[in-house]
């Protein structure tokens, strides 16, 4: 049970301290209830698979602006999904501190069942 509590305070500790986690700034914004499949650059829901991914982002002026990317997976078993990301890497995920390189301009990743990863980059 400690580490279920353990979890969620990281959780929203990282909230806390990731602005672009906290603002409407979401993409894709819109959500339609009849979207099954995710967009050409791999964001949205994918009801195949009980996954979504999308990104949020906080904007502080020049040279400044935080992006993140949020991989959630609802169903039973490990999915991956694949996404755009609009620069190179390394992306951290804020959930288990690990690096991930883009590969062409686009983020690969495998996530647990009933987990999720929130990759963040400052440019």
């Given at each position: 049970?400690?580490?279920?509590?353990?979890?969620?305070?990281?959780?929203?500790?990282?909230?806390?301290?990731?602005?672009?986690?906290?603002?409407?700034?979401?993409?894709?914004?819109?959500?339609?209830?009849?979207?099954?499949?995710?967009?050409?650059?791999?964001?949205?829901?994918?009801?195949?698979q009980?996954?979504?991914?999308?990104?949020?982002?906080?904007?502080?002026?020049?040279?400044?602006?935080?992006?993140?990317?949020?991989?959630?997976?609802?169903?039973?078993?490990?999915?991956?999904?694949?996404f755009?990301?609009?620069?190179?890497?390394?992306?951290?995920?804020?959930?288990?501190?690990?690096?991930?390189?883009?590969?062409?301009?686009?983020?690969?990743?495998?996530?647990?069942?009933n987990?999720?990863?929130?990759?963040?980059?400052?440019?």
């Amino acid at each position: 049970m400690y580490e279920q509590f353990g979890g969620i305070r990281k959780l929203m500790k990282t909230r806390e301290e990731h602005p672009g986690l906290q603002l409407n700034q979401i993409h894709p914004a819109g959500w339609d209830a009849g979207w099954t499949l995710p967009d050409p650059s791999g964001f949205g829901i994918d009801r195949g698979q009980n996954t979504v991914v999308y990104h949020r982002w906080f904007d502080q002026g020049p040279d400044r602006l935080d992006r993140d990317h949020i991989v959630l997976n609802f169903s039973q078993g490990t999915q991956h999904r694949s996404f755009q990301v609009p620069v190179g890497g390394p992306w951290l995920d804020l959930i288990s501190g690990v690096p991930l390189t883009p590969s062409d301009g686009w983020l690969h990743r495998s996530v647990g069942s009933n987990c999720g990863a929130i990759y963040y980059r400052r440019h």
